[in-house]
């Protein structure tokens, strides 16, 4: 049995700082992010937004993809990556403030989900399942080349819903799918079969998987069915937090985030009212941190957390994204 405790002395209080309204009642906002120079957002309009990091004033507009943005992520401090289900990611270079991607690798499938390893050397990308082809795949590129390395096509059997590339070993990903499958991989040779160390089935599809750990030891994963649990890389179960919206005020998960300088593991909630709870993850304990309100009216579908400087970005089904700093506590 999971316990839910309080403990609002772990994290400060979060105060809303800005509430940027993307002006549509129909637009979502999918992912949010933030560099040293700009925060960033992407939309259900196919595009993604800078806004000044400092200032939070629009400071442009990346056109590019004609389909949904599945995926948006930094790389470093530089590059920006996205992937849609136009077949293609692109590399965005920050600091040049080009209008177009410096980098597209191209696919004949709609992308899903993606990641870059940690040397720079690789992107991994997952698709949606096509009715007409009945399966979904990974696609592997050499970033140095913009080349196709090597796909992957039985690893899962459904949408591919999430990848992460591990911190440290450029050779290792987690992927996760519809399928209720989240596979361990430690990619050598492109042997699907050799090259896989451990697939945890959960039972229902999967939304999000990822590592955490003070070495990237561990992994997460949260369903679409709000449920979450902790697993080793070799597919042990550590933790099963069960149903998740069994807990007053938690109507889905948005997120897992891992506080590397304090090898903390937090989760994040939110209700159907745009409510987003904090819980610090225990063994069989989750603890009530802090709870950010006031700031959206809607299902709230992501989240970023700068843990050095206590600040938060947020989006949501509201056509919002909002900002939020932790203050000392009196």
Not at 38 to 50: F, Q
Not at 104 to 109: E, T
Not at 174 to 182: K, P
Not at 292 to 301: I, K
Request: aromatic share 10%; hydrophobic share 35%; proline share 3%.
């Amino acid at each position: 049995m999971v316990s839910i405790q309080d403990n609002t002395g772990l994290l400060p209080p979060f105060q809303l700082t800005a509430n940027i309204s993307f002006g549509f009642e129909d637009q979502y906002v999918f992912d949010v992010t933030a560099n040293s120079q700009y925060v960033i957002a992407s939309a259900s309009d196919h595009l993604v937004r800078l806004y000044d990091a400092a200032t939070l004033q629009p400071v442009q507009s990346l056109p590019f993809h004609d389909r949904r943005i599945s995926k948006m992520k930094l790389y470093s401090d530089q590059y920006l990556f996205t992937a849609s289900e136009d077949g293609k990611l692109a590399r965005w270079d920050l600091r040049a403030q080009a209008t177009a991607p410096v980098q597209v690798f191209q696919y004949n499938r709609p992308l899903s989900a993606f990641d870059v390893n940690c040397n720079d050397t690789m992107a991994v990308a997952g698709t949606l399942n096509e009715d007409v082809i009945q399966t979904s795949e990974l696609a592997f590129f050499d970033t140095r080349a913009s080349t196709l390395l090597h796909k992957f096509e039985e690893s899962h059997g459904d949408d591919v819903t999430d990848i992460q590339c591990h911190p440290s070993i450029p050779s290792q990903l987690i992927s996760c799918s519809t399928d209720g499958l989240v596979n361990s991989y430690d990619v050598k040779d492109f042997d699907e079969e050799e090259d896989m160390l451990a697939v945890v089935n959960s039972g229902s599809s999967v939304s999000k998987a990822g590592y955490f750990g003070p070495d990237a030891n561990y992994m997460f994963y949260l369903t679409h069915l709000e449920t979450f649990a902790l697993y080793t890389l070799e597919g042990d179960l550590v933790c099963d937090y069960g149903q998740l919206k069994q807990i007053p005020g938690v109507d889905y998960a948005i997120d897992c985030l891992f506080d590397q300088s304090t090898s903390r593991l937090y989760l994040a909630t939110g209700d159907n009212n745009g409510t987003v709870t904090l819980f610090h993850v225990n063994i069989n304990e989750l603890q009530r941190c802090q709870v950010l309100s006031g700031g959206h009216t809607d299902v709230v579908r992501s989240i970023y957390w700068n843990h050095a400087s206590q600040s938060i970005l947020t989006g949501g089904e509201d056509g919002h994204m909002c900002a939020w700093q932790g203050v000392a506590h009196a």
